[in-house]
Each structure stands twice: as structure tokens, then as C-alpha cells.
């Protein structure tokens, strides 16, 4: 792959991902509703409490990245947001899936990913899953997960998704999922701010031209 993610980027595109598959009558998102999808307490590992500036960036890094993009309409009373991981990589409904799975809750087992898709497709088996995820490794413009090994205790390895870049072995082993409960705390750096107003205005910008020369067309 020809980019890497940030932990915030990487949680917003799993909320678009995860809110098409399962509430599609109110996708595409909303900064509001995606800031909402974002720091949801439940289905998400680590919990964030993130603002819309930090939303804001992400969806500008996305966009950048071909992976996202906004959409400014006569009828929408705001902007609204969409994944493009369709377009770009093709992947298949379970695919799609265990990968909104890995964004939202880091690395996890055939079984739990299994378990938890169910609101998003059906897995007939563990075995189905390892086939999914073996497809996932081997496709032409991936891999896209990667198998670690198996921790002391578990009958299962794990598997994490590949946004943040390569793994080396000696990585293997800082992979842990977070403890529940867990708060990550939102970009509120000063510069960081000012770089998601930036972005945000002209976003707001290109709305406001896409709308004023839509009205003189009418004339």
C-alpha cells in the first residue's frame, strides 16, 4: 500500500465503513454524526473522545489519500462524508467487514471477528474467517492484515489490519489490545487545531462555490 494511517484517521474510516453496512439509511455521515460514530463507548478499542477539529483533519488526510470524500448537495443542510474502499481496493462484503472490524478494534481473533460481524455479514464458520483473512494477505494490491503469533493462553491468533504501516517480528509483541475502559485523548495540540480549521474552511469553501455557481445556472 501507498500510505499509512493515523490511529484517528483509521477510526473514522472504520465509522464510515462500519455505518454503511449497518445503518445505510443514514450514511453518508455528517461531521456531527461522525464525531458521534467516533467516540462511541461500545465496539470500539481504545474508547476516543474526539473533536470535530480532530474529525475534521482526518477527513482531510482521507481525502487526500483517495479513501474518502465529501459531498455537498443543494438538499443537505451540511456536508456529508463517504468511504471509498470499494473503489479503491474491491473488496468483497466480509472482507469489508473484518477489515471495519480491525480499524474499530485493533487485533482479534477468527472467532471474535466472527462473533462481531454479525450485524454487517455472515460467517458460517472460524474457518470462514481464516479464508478471509488469507485472501486479505494475499491480494494483488495488499497484504492488508497480517497473523501474529499466538499469545500464551489463547487457542487463536490474532490478526491486525496493516493502515499503520508495515510489522516487523519484533513488533509482535507490543500489539496488546487496550484494557477496557481505555480513554485515548483527542488531538488538542494548538497547531493541529489551526491545521483542521484551515481545512475545514475550505471545504466550506468549495461547498459555498459548488452551490453559488449551481444557483447561476439557473439563470
Avoid at 474510516?13 to 458521534?36: A, F, H, R, W
Avoid at 465529501?70 to 474502499?85: N, P, W
Avoid at 481496493?89 to 467487514?97: N, P, V
Avoid at 516487523?168 to 509483541?173: A, I, L, M, N, V
Wanted: aromatic fraction near 10%.
Amino acid at each position: 500500500m501507498d500510505f499509512i494511517l493515523s490511529p484517528v484517521e483509521a477510526r473514522v474510516l472504520g465509522c464510515l465503513i462500519e455505518k454503511e453496512m449497518q445503518t445505510p439509511d443514514y450514511y453518508p455521515l455528517s461531521l456531527n454524526s461522525l464525531v458521534n460514530a467516533c467516540n462511541q463507548k461500545s465496539c470500539r478499542e481504545p474508547v476516543m473522545e474526539l473533536n470535530e477539529s480532530a474529525v475534521s483533519q482526518a477527513l482531510y488526510e482521507l481525502r487526500q489519500k483517495k479513501l474518502a470524500n465529501q459531498i455537498d448537495t443543494i438538499g443537505y443542510r451540511a456536508s456529508k462524508f463517504e468511504h471509498l474502499m470499494d473503489e479503491k481496493f474491491q473488496f468483497s462484503d466480509q472482507e469489508m467487514a473484518v477489515m471495519c472490524l480491525l480499524l474499530l478494534r485493533g487485533p482479534q481473533t477468527p472467532g471474535e471477528l466472527r462473533t462481531r460481524s454479525g450485524r454487517s455479514c455472515e460467517f458460517n464458520s472460524p474457518e470462514e474467517v481464516e479464508q478471509t483473512m488469507q485472501g486479505l494477505m494475499e491480494k494483488e494490491s495488499g497484504p492488508f492484515v497480517v497473523k501474529l503469533p499466538r499469545q500464551p493462553g489463547r487457542r487463536e491468533n490474532r490478526y491486525m489490519h496493516l493502515f499503520y504501516g508495515p510489522v516487523t517480528p519484533e513488533d509482535f509483541g507490543s500489539f496488546e489490545t487496550p484494557k477496557e475502559g481505555m480513554v485515548v485523548v483527542s488531538y488538542d495540540q494548538r497547531i493541529s487545531a489551526m491545521e483542521s480549521e484551515i481545512a475545514s474552511l475550505k471545504s466550506e469553501l468549495d461547498a459555498f462555490r459548488q452551490r453559488f455557481d449551481e444557483f447561476i445556472k439557473q439563470f
